[in-house]
């Protein structure tokens, strides 16, 4: 399958590269983006987004790649639902459909053909996005609200694969919250134990994490008391013996000027790990 290169940019003297390619686990053209710093073999840090973004989103606001290349890691940022004019969508719904595939295998029609977004982020995007470039073979995982809920599912139910993981202002327990009931309640239907498989606050406690994980939350975010509700993922951390930093930053918002602003922590963070 043919990896199209769409731009490419010196960035902080390595590469940021944006590619597109045909995806199995979607069955659509889906783009992702690679910061390289071009220093021989790195680690990988993938990066998930949130509700309405694309790729471009932390790649062009997260201010991330003078980091990466200042500790040697690579990203790698995937889109955060399959596109395209026959892909299914909620058109004016902003946290359903496109823009918003929550990081799940959905299970219902009309859904189910191309909503398959944690297939295609564990099992098709490593192989096809770390094709470009030389790895160590280490990976770590990190993403922003929806995509905190995406990094931090993924990692606990993958920790051969993912040694480090943290998030910003994450969906922590989708089950519990409007977000998450809307869009688990159409990918995946009514049956609730299937929502648990996504549900980083049951996931915890079922799997437990070999590792410590990072949470950055502004205590400014106006979707902290109804969507995020960050203690609930601090409370089942303790209660599974798992070491959690949860960092509440005074006056910080949603936005990814709160991104910005400790992105740079995060990836010194994963990279003493990698
Ligand atoms: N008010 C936002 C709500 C969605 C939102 O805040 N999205 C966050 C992630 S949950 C984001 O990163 N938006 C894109 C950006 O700030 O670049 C909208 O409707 O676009």
New binding site residues.
């Given amino acids: 399958m043919g990896l199209e290169v769409l731009n490419q940019w010196k960035c902080f003297g390595g590469t940021q590269s944006v590619y597109a390619h045909a995806s199995e686990a979607t069955g659509t053209r889906m783009e992702f983006s690679v910061f390289d710093p071009g220093k021989g073999p790195a680690p990988v840090l993938y990066w998930l ?5 694309t790729w471009e ?1 932390f790649t062009a ?1 997260a201010g991330a790649q003078r980091y990466a290349a200042e500790h040697g890691l690579i990203l790698v940022c995937p889109d955060t639902s399959p596109r395209g004019d026959d892909v299914p969508d909620a058109a004016d719904e ?2 359903f459909g496109k823009g918003a595939g929550f990081y799940v295998n959905a299970t219902q029609q009309p859904w189910s053909k191309n909503y398959c977004m944690y297939d295609y982020v564990v099992s098709e995007l490593p192989g096809v996005a770390e094709a470009t470039v030389e790895t160590t073979g280490q990976r770590g995982i990190s993403g ?4 905190g809920h995406g990094a931090l599912t993924i990692a606990l139910k993958n920790p051969d694969q993912y040694k480090s993981v943290s998030a910003f ?1 994450p969906i922590v327990a989708p089950s519990q919250v409007p977000w998450g009931h809307k869009a688990l309640g159409r990918y995946l239907g009514d049956d609730r134990a299937a929502w648990a498989d996504y549900d980083a606050t049951e996931l915890v406690v079922a799997r437990g994490w070999n590792g410590d994980i990072l949470i950055d939350q502004g205590s400014k975010d106006q ?1 902290l008391e109804e969507q995020l509700r960050s203690t609930l993922f601090s409370d089942a951390c303790a209660k599974a013996g798992v070491t959690l930093d949860l960092r509440f930053q005074e006056g910080y918002d ?3 000027y709160f991104v910005a602003s400790f992105i740079g922590e995060h990836i010194a963070w994963h990279a003493a790990r990698l």
């Fill in positions: 987004s949130g509700l309405t973004c989103n606001k902003y946290d922003h609200s929806m995509g202002s979707f949603h936005s990814y």
